[in-house]
């Protein structure tokens, strides 16, 4: 299977996208994932990226094209994927179209996972990792006793640099400019399916795999 799933920031991309590679064994392609991955090792495109991301602007597209190709290139990206985080401009998506053209995949489907503007806000202020599992959390939707259990097991509850108000916001309005007309762009090609994300986790999932091809 190898799908986009599309979104604003706080839609739930990483977490469906992280639980049906789980469940299909398709690895999870996240560019953001990537990134932050780069900019833990402290190299000089890392230190580059890091300062885009905490203004919460865009990666230039030819720079994502390339870790794109080298990603979706990989042996265990052969038989499927699920894009988080990519494309997230029309012309990426030009390059997505074109980049499996030359490795001979389709793409099953695009799904957009939808979500208010109101709920996007609360799950994006309230989004913490726990710094022993990765485990993600909301302060605002997370269950007490999630909550109380990582602290228990000594594990600190992380927020996102780019997690702040600020940021949110601009991180939201590059998301309408630049990623909506990504959602067109499949819509027009009859690709896109779109998935009410609002609830919880398990609900949502059970929708997306039922939507999915
Ligand atoms: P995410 O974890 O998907 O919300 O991504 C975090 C940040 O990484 C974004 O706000 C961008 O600065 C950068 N980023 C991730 N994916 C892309 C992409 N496909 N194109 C450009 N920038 C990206």
Do not use: W
């Amino acid at each position: 299977m190898r799908i986009v799933l599309l979104g604003a920031p706080g839609s739930g991309k990483g977490t469906q996208a992280k639980k049906l590679s789980a469940e299909g064994n398709i690895p999870h392609v996240s560019t953001g994932d990537m990134l932050r991955e780069a900019v833990a090792k402290g190299t000089r495109f890392g230190q580059k990226a890091k300062a885009i991301m905490d203004s919460g602007d865009l990666v230039s597209d030819d720079v994502m094209l390339g870790i794109i190709s080298e990603r979706l290139s990989q042996p265990d990206a052969a038989d499927g994927f699920i894009l988080d985080g990519f494309p997230r401009t029309r012309q990426q998506a030009i390059d997505l179209e074109e980049l499996l053209d030359t490795l001979g995949v389709p793409l099953d489907a695009a799904v957009l996972m939808d979500v208010e503007f109101d709920i996007l806000m609360k799950r994006l202020t309230g989004r913490r990792t726990c710094s022993k599992t990765g485990k993600l959390l909301n302060v605002y939707f997370s269950p007490n006793d999630e909550i109380d259990a990582v602290i228990a097991a000594g594990g600190e509850l992380i927020q996102r640099e780019d997690d702040n108000e600020e940021t949110i916001r601009n991180r939201l309005d590059v998301y309408r400019e630049q990623t909506e007309p990504v959602v067109e762009f499949y819509r027009k090609r009859n690709r896109l399916t779109v998935v009410d994300a609002d609830g919880s986790v398990d609900d949502v999932h059970a929708r997306l795999a039922a939507a999915l091809p």
